[in-house]
């Protein structure tokens, strides 16, 4: 049975059914809590394949927001959880243990965002589609080949999830200067993995005043922000906590975009012909349709900074490769 609430206004719409793929997981689960507490998500399905799926569903669907919740199980269940949906998060996929690196997901994940792909482009092919699964660099790629094979690719609806990292940018600088992070934008470019992260402090707004050694020692920990975390959890996964939290400030942003707010601007990474490659983390404007202008790199940025990025291309373009060369994508 489905319960719809459906309200519209001549300006600003407020419905939209949002499906996360891999809800029951660490990252799914409190992501499916914060998405269950946005007033812009009217219907959210709650898709995974392990057998506590509905449990996970009858638990939030117990909260007192104005959205209807429902979990679907396995294959069989994916249409409901799809069709209709014009936002789809997939945080589906085994993350990291101590000393592995993102790229070493690749031949579990690649064929799970494959697989999942096959059934956005059957039951939700104009669905935004937010990809969450590491890693990112690659994955984004094999969902954007399974969209092109299928005749469905939008460059403007499929977006890598990069949050965590603009995120952790805010929450280390602040941390150095003693100020509020939720008052620091930090723009990072380039990709989500090691040194393809690249944040860039001097396009931080407001500005903030930091030495070389504190750039450079501040850097490194953002991209080393997530092994940190996997280190700390020692065998029980990767971020998730901050990952749920960033995964809904991202997927906040594109509803409000979605549903008319004008200037919605966050970092992510998309199919963006630039600096010699097809993907490209960066700063989006986003609206009705998705993604509405690219930015990429800013004229200016710092010496150190191009040095950065000089660094960040060559291995953005080979983890990029990888996902466009997965074979079973067909095309
Ligand atoms: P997890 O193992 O706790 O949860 C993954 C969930 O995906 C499980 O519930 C599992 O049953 C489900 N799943 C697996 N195959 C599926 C399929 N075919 N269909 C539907 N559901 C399926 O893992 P966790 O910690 O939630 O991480 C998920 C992914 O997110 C990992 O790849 C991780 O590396 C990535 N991640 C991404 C970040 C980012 O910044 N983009 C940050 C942190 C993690």
């Not at 996929?93 to 592995?100: D, N, T, Y």
């Not at 749920?244 to 409000?256: I, P, T």
Request: hydrophobic share 40%; glycine share 8%; charged share 20%.
């Amino acid at each position: 049975m489905m319960l719809l609430r459906r309200f519209f206004s001549t300006t600003h719409r407020t419905n939209v059914k949002v499906s996360v793929l891999g809800a029951a997981g660490g990252i799914g689960q409190p992501l499916a809590l914060l998405l269950k507490l946005n007033p812009l998500v009217t219907e959210l399905y709650l898709y995974d394949i392990v057998p506590h799926t509905p449990g996970v569903g009858a638990d939030i669907s117990h909260i007192d927001t104005n959205s209807y919740t429902k979990a679907a199980k396995g294959p069989e269940e994916v249409a409901e959880a799809l069709c209709g949906a014009e936002l789809v998060v997939i945080p589906a996929g085994v993350p990291r243990k101590p000393g592995m690196t993102r790229d070493d997901l690749f031949d579990t994940n690649a064929s799970i965002v494959r697989d999942l792909m096959e059934f956005v482009c059957k039951f939700c092919p104009k669905a935004v589609i937010t990809i969450v699964t590491n890693p990112v660099n690659s994955c984004l790629p094999i969902a954007a080949q399974v969209m092109k094979k299928n005749k469905v690719f939008d460059p403007n609806r499929l977006i890598g999830v990069t949050t965590l990292d603009i995120v952790r940018s805010s929450t280390f600088v602040a941390s150095i200067k003693g100020m509020d992070p939720t008052k620091l934008k930090i723009p990072v470019v380039c990709g989500h993995s090691g040194e393809t992260i690249v944040p860039l402090i001097s396009h931080c707004k407001p500005k903030v005043d930091l030495s070389k050694d504190e750039i450079v020692c501040v850097i490194k920990r953002i991209q080393n922000a997530g092994t940190e975390v996997v280190k700390a959890k020692a065998g029980a996964g990767s971020a998730t906590l901050s990952m749920a939290y960033s995964g809904a400030r991202f997927v906040g942003a594109v509803l409000r975009g979605m549903t008319g707010e004008s200037n919605v601007i966050e970092c992510s990474m998309v199919a963006h012909d630039y600096c010699g490659l097809n993907y490209f983390a960066g700063p989006l404007l986003l609206g009705k349709n998705g993604v509405e202008k690219k930015f990429g790199l800013p004229d200016e940025i710092s010496d150190f900074e191009n040095e950065l990025v000089k660094i960040a291309l060559p291995i953005l373009k080979k983890n990029i490769k990888r996902g466009e060369d997965f074979d079973n994508c067909g095309s």
